[in-house]
């Protein structure tokens, strides 16, 4: 099972305690992955289109406690041939449907803290998904209209995350990105073991990612002291050849000498191996100016010819 599918078993097994927060997960259901619909007989019903079988059994679960639905007002629409991907289940509500209206359209209905967060479980449970994280942070819920979405980036923006909004075909799309964000929205749902699973899997991209940077860094520097050597080298042979290294300072041809001798080693080795030992500050020094020295015959050279 995919890391997005294990985060909604788990929501699925959360069962909200008091009625109000049971109101806000029902309405989030409802709404993205819902609709009103009247039968021949004219009852009301909300038909629930999902691939979840456990989202319908929750859903079901919270209308029996919340609204005193009984078992013989559940009507099933049969998994269709043309949809066989998606499973429609329709919730007759019966007498129940007054109250239930008034409790979805109460204003109060996200007052509280933790109805706010049973809102959001229920809208990932409905219609979200998160990314795997081995491979990279993103979190969306799909919004069949854009009044959806602005409650919902609403909810997630008060509790400082950063929700961005983009429309998708027919859809709008909220969603958050980075892995400070995605782990404390999970921790506002209520998915504790899914947020340990992330955090787990987030130490050790970060791990692996800080020795690759580590890596990567040491190896440029490698790249550049193995190029500067080369070109160190070229001049002091270049040097030699046209008698010009004779004339230089003893200083200059000692350091000429050893990186000869040892072309691989950093200017800092160098440095302990000269007599008396030099700094790496002056080793660097003598070698510009045994550059200097080679750019000055090219130049000569390039003159007379």
């Known amino acids: 099972m995919s890391f997005s599918g294990n985060v909604k078993k788990e929501l699925e097994a ?10 806000a997960e029902f309405d989030a259901i409802a709404s993205l992955a819902g609709r009103f619909v009247v039968n021949s007989d004219g009852e009301a019903g909300i038909l629930l289109k999902t691939d979840r079988e456990g989202c319908i059994r929750k859903f079901f679960t919270i209308a029996d406690k919340a609204f005193k639905i009984k078992k013989d007002f559940l009507g099933t629409e049969n998994r269709g041939k043309d949809r066989p991907d998606h499973s429609g289940e329709t919730l007759m509500l ?4 007054g109250r ?22 229920g809208a990932f449970l409905a219609a979200g998904t998160i990314s795997d994280p081995e491979k990279y942070y993103h979190l969306e819920i799909d919004c069949v209209s854009e009044s959806l979405a602005d409650t919902v980036r609403s909810l997630l923006e008060g509790f400082g995350l950063n929700a961005k909004t983009v429309r998708r075909r027919d859809l709008w799309v909220v969603y958050i990105k980075e892995g400070d964000q995605l782990a404390e929205m999970l921790r506002l749902i209520g998915a504790n073991r899914s947020l340990m699973e992330f955090e787990n899997v987030r130490i050790l ?16 520097n490698l790249k550049k002291t193995v190029n500067a050597a080369v070109r160190q080298v070229d001049d002091i042979r270049y040097l030699q050849e046209k008698g010009i290294l004779g004339r230089l300072s003893p200083a200059l041809q000692e350091m000429a000498e050893l990186r000869l001798l040892y072309p ?4 800092q080795e160098l440095g302990t191996r000269m007599m008396p030992p030099v700094g790496k500050s002056g080793v660097n020094h003598r070698m510009r100016k045994l550059q200097e020295a080679a750019a000055a015959g090219r130049a000569e050279d390039s003159e007379e010819l």
């Open 264 to 267: 691989d080693v950093s200017l």
């Open 205 to 220: 991209r970060e791990r692996r990612g800080s020795v690759n940077r580590r890596v990567n860094c040491e190896t440029a």
């Open 94 to 97: 019966g007498s129940a449907v």
């Open 100 to 121: 239930i209206q008034a409790a979805v359209s109460a204003e109060d209905k996200l007052a509280r803290s933790c109805c706010r967060r049973a809102y959001l479980r």
């Open 14 to 23: 959360i069962e909200p305690k008091s009625q109000h927060c049971r109101l």
